[in-house]
């Protein structure tokens, strides 16, 4: 796919998010793959970045079953965090702004120091120095939240928001309970859904970086993906609870 068509992707994309409008999945019109998708995915951050926003960190998706049979991938995939996603913890979030969002439980891991994916004995475990509860908002831009792998790089994974909970030093988050919490519902699950371990998610992340060559600087936060399967997003408070980690809230009006 040319660098042209790869940019009226990411245009039709952002259109979508910006109009509140879902898009059919691109895979029903276009033949595109990861390399495509991956690049529409830079193009859209560079929408944005060319808007005034900042690069904050990385998200994964489909790092537990739960998310994988929700929604039909089985492939660990990246997107992209920036400052204009960031919601306060407890701060009232705008679901106007949506289409349909989600809320994810999730682990965040905070670097404090760059990672250089190329270089074979980096060790990522050892540039995090802290650990917090999150909560992610995802907001597919596609119809009806249905797409191929390829659809979802390409839309950044989904990303629409994050909040963030009281940081701590590192510590073992290995295998704690996990509750998610709507006005509406109750997810329940344990760390030990993403990969085994959240830190697994950190490895899974380094190789796809690696490949993708997406850069992770000092202070980016990585959100390690959804303990378990997505819950609508609806008015009210919103909370996730990670045993040993507390607790991170937001709400939405
Ligand atoms: C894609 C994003 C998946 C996760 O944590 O697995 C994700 C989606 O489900 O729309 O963020």
Redesign the pocket.
Known sequence: MSTPDRLELALSLRTAAHLRTPVPSLADTHSLDLDDAYAVQEALLGLRQAGGERLTGV??????KA?MA??G?CEI?V?RLTDAMRVGDGAEVDLSGFIHP?A?P?VAFRLSRPVDPDDPATDIAACVDAVAPAI?I?D?RYQD?R?TVTD?VADN???AGYAVGPWRPLTDVANKAVRLRTPQAEAVGSTAAILGAPLHALHALLGICRRRRIPLAAGQIV?A??ATA?LPLTPGVTSCDIAGLGTVTLKGR
């Open positions: 998200k994964l998706g489909f790092t537990s998310k929700q929604m991938v995939i997107g989600r994810e999730e992610e995802i597919s939240f797409f979802v994974t989904s990303a959100l993906g959804a997505a």
